[in-house]
Nanobody, 115 residues
């Protein structure tokens, strides 16, 4: 079993920054890709960013140039640095580990961008 614990969400003003963290259990963390997803009220969950086991990242068009995904394998942690936040970034953000058929999800952390 893989357990994921997110932290770092909160309320910020437009243009502000937050860094989300996701700590994963298990010693096999380093061989898997990891991802961040988000879900706004009434919307489908969408992929925000993914990072390969070697640190290669890809992003949704909506966050390119503003968000950075990174990982610290010895700490079993993946981060999402969010800069230049916009109100449309408001959502619950989820960490995802693609192990097994359905993968594993964290509990989510709320990010609210509002003036």
């Amino acid at each position: 079993q893989v357990q994921l614990v997110e932290s770092g969400g909160g309320l910020v003003q437009p243009g502000g920054s937050l860094r989300l963290s996701c700590v994963a259990s298990g010693s096999s963390f380093s061989i898997y890709a990891m991802g961040w997803y988000r879900q706004a009220p009434g919307k489908q969950r969408e992929l925000v960013a993914v990072i390969s086991s070697s640190g290669i990242a890809n992003y949704a068009d909506s966050v390119k140039g503003r968000f950075t995904i990174s990982r610290d394998n010895p700490k079993n942690t993946v981060y999402l640095q969010m800069n230049s936040l916009k109100p449309e970034d408001t959502a619950v953000y989820y960490c995802h580990a693609p192990r097994g058929a359905s993968g594993y999800w964290g509990q989510g952390t709320q990010v609210t961008v509002s003036s």
